[in-house]
């Protein structure tokens, strides 16, 4: 609009002296401060609030972490002084945490295979072989932990894994099974008891992206192969899976991440115990800090973390078209 | 299976020999059908682990009197339960047209409830719900098996219920709010640092915000913002914005320019053409993220837990959390009645926003 403006004012000005082009010039020159005046209030206007709020409670709380990581800050929240004692902590002191590393990889390995990826894959497969009013009902069924708050879900585990004879389990076990004694699972299998707890949620996010993966294969490929005389698996094998490589690796990457840093169902069903059984890496963090008290440690730990999700979160990115996300504007008038 | 049997059939004969058609086509029916019964075998026995504990919340819920459940409604509830699921099923499945469907599932509906009322009326016990009027209702339960003190105090359900709506719908407001202001100016202006921008906000969309937790306790405590909602739902929007923003750049990428630039020729501002043009024809991106963002704020618990002290600063999520932990084993009854009132209003809501929610993910995934 301001060139438009500028070219009006010359239009009717134009008897072509000298005087008219550097009164151009001036105006001209007004138009432009105020057309990038107006680029910085929209900058403000749109991006400011987003910006402010990020920066206040995300960014400063990384910064923060760094700091606090390099103190001997605990329950008291004093600090006396700068040290590096915590990461002598990390990566020599601290005798628990080699078990919690490999606790951790248990746990994120076996549920992303058995429930995230796998269960996932063939609910999908089995859910798009029949009918889609069915298919719908039954995956409806395997949202609804996925639609539960966490507190419920987990009010509903410990419930079904009571050790008295109230127990759902337990009564199967006993009525249907014929089984002596109640079982606590609890105590004897909580490793098995997190990963499956965590599996029911997971298996419903591979579910819907490999359903709608498989919806988008085109119908004539699965008619050729069964002229080619394909059976089920064969068609499965040959055409399914290969069209749903990208997706496959796609759940796989988001939820090694959110498995390695996500701790609530555990807090929740077993507390990381028996002891420190069923502690991951990122309930660690959380216990250290809140449970003993150990702020500089926890931050240092956080901070081991970070690092570990960032590389794993870029090392994902190297197998996706992150570019593609990056798209330039279509538009650029102010 | 059914296509090699066929095959291996036509190979078989001899080329003079008639095909016995019919004969194939049974056989392929038959392969059919029991490739049918083993899908259908393996989804119901893969579901009922899923749906015995809810259906155990709910029955427990509406019929325990003493504490705990007793057997014989769960088995009559069963009873009515299974066939009434397997009908609805059935009616989804068989009926033509969707009017058909609808007059099926309510006949179903109504069949059910008729025998619901017949056998189970009797039991309904709507005494567990004694939370919503009875703020005190621990002591009373308590009472009931001898025990006089409870550890927890707890505030009145209604005080709760407030707080999570206020905690989810402020955060739900202000993400939407500040995410469709900068989704729209990612999609739609060039400005410096804005590949970085895109690029740094993918990265905390990834960042495990879990770790934060720590700091972000200091920082609240120091700046005095511990134990209030304000700073909980400061903290919650900071970590929905990143993926809010994406997703909502998504969607106005898939706005037509067009629309914009007649709206720009015809001399409207870009605040106005933003606000006039665009903003309308993202409704369905606004939807999907107040929805994700109230259903995130609604579950939210391990962030109220960690700085939300006082009992009237409790969310559903804490107020469910101590109503487990003290009443476990004293009244199930209770602990289900609240867990029902806890997980309605949020399975309505994914329900109510199923569409907004499937467009989403998609998106989504696709970047």
């Known amino acids: 609009m301001p060139v438009l403006a500028s070219l009006a004012h010359a239009a009717a000005h134009g008897s072509g002296s000298m005087a008219t082009t550097a009164e151009q010039a001036v105006f001209e020159r007004r138009a432009t401060r105020r057309a990038v005046a107006r680029e910085r209030m929209n900058f403000l206007v749109f991006l400011g609030p987003a910006i402010v709020l990020t920066v206040l409670f995300f960014i400063i709380p990384v910064l923060i972490d760094v700091a606090v990581s390099f103190t001997d800050m605990g329950r008291s929240l004093k600090v006396t002084g700068f040290t590096l004692d915590q990461y002598h902590k990390v990566f020599a002191g601290d005798r628990r945490l080699p078990q919690i590393i490999g606790m951790t990889a248990i746990y994120v390995l076996g549920t992303l295979s058995i429930f995230n990826v796998t269960f996932g894959l063939i609910l999908a497969l089995v859910t798009t072989a029949i009918s889609r009013a069915s298919g719908s009902f039954f995956r409806g069924v395997w949202l609804l932990p996925r639609m539960s708050p966490s507190v419920l879900y987990i009010l509903l585990w410990l419930w079904v894994v009571d050790p008295s004879k109230m127990g759902l389990l337990n009564q199967i076990l006993m009525n249907g099974f014929g089984v002596a004694g109640p079982v606590d699972l609890k105590t004897q299998a909580p490793v098995a008891l997190i990963i499956i707890a965590n599996g029911f949620i997971g298996a419903s996010m591979g579910m819907i992206i490999f359903t709608s993966a498989i919806r988008g294969i085109p119908e004539h490929l699965f008619h050729a192969a069964r002229v080619d005389g394909a059976g089920v698996f064969a068609q499965t094998w040959f055409v399914t899976l290969p069209a749903l490589r990208w997706p496959i690796s796609f759940v796989t990457i988001y939820q090694t991440l959110s498995l390695l840093v996500s701790f609530e169902y555990i807090l929740l069903l077993t507390k990381g115990g028996p002891f420190y059984d069923t502690t991951v890496l990122a309930l660690y963090v959380y216990r250290r800090a809140f449970e003993s008290g150990q702020y500089g440690y926890g931050a240092a730990l956080a901070l081991f973390l970070i690092v570990i999700g960032v590389i794993f979160a870029l090392l994902g990115w190297r197998f996706f078209d992150m570019q593609r996300l990056l798209q330039r504007p279509r538009i650029e008038v102010q | ?367």
């Open chain 2, 1 to 367: 299976m059914a296509v090699e049997a066929t095959a291996n059939g036509m190979g078989a004969a001899p080329p003079t020999a008639a095909v016995d058609w019919s004969r194939l086509a049974a056989r392929a029916r038959n392969a059919r059908r029991a490739r049918a019964t083993v899908v259908y075998a393996f989804l119901i026995a893969a579901s009922v682990p899923i749906i015995l504990p809810y259906f155990w919340l709910v029955t427990v819920a509406f019929s325990a009197k003493l504490g705990v459940a007793e057997t014989g409604v769960l088995w009559r509830s069963m009873l009515i339960l299974v066939p009434a699921v397997i009908a609805l099923w059935l009616a989804i499945a068989l009926t033509r047209n969707r009017r058909q469907m609808w007059i099926a599932v309510a006949a179903v509906a109504v069949v059910t409830t008729g025998l619901f009322a017949w056998l189970i009326g009797p039991d309904l016990w709507l005494g567990n719900f004694m939370f919503l009027w009875t703020p005190d209702f621990a002591s009373v339960v308590r009472s009931r098996v001898g025990e006089v003190k409870g550890a927890v105090d707890f505030p009145n359900i209604w005080n709760a219920f407030g707080n999570s709506i206020l905690l989810a719908g402020s955060q739900t407001a202000i993400v939407v709010a500040v995410a469709s202001l900068a989704g729209y100016y990612l999609s739609r202006f060039q400005f410096p640092g804005r590949t970085a921008m895109l690029r740094s906000l993918l990265v905390l969309h990834a960042f495990p915000v879990l770790t934060l937790i720590v700091p972000l306790f200091l920082m609240l405590y120091f700046i005095g913002l511990l134990d209030t909602l304000l700073g909980v739902i400061l903290v919650l929007v900071a970590f929905e914005l990143p993926f809010a923003i994406f997703i909502m750049k998504g969607f106005f990428d898939a706005v037509p320019w067009d629309v914009e630039m007649s709206a720009l020729t015809d001399g409207a501002s870009r605040r106005q053409a933003f606000l006039r043009v665009v903003l309308p024809q993202v409704t369905n991106g606004m939807l999907a993220i107040s929805v994700f963002t109230f259903i995130r704020g609604w579950e939210e618990y391990i962030f109220v837990l960690t700085f939300l002290v006082r009992n009237t600063n409790w969310t559903m999520s804490l107020y469910m959390f101590y109503v487990r932990d003290d009443l476990m084993g004293v009244d199930y009854g209770v602990v289900s009645a609240v867990g029902v009132f806890y997980l309605v209003p949020s399975l309505l809501l994914y329900l109510a926003a199923q569409r907004f929610l499937m467009q989403m993910s998609i998106s989504g995934v696709k970047g």
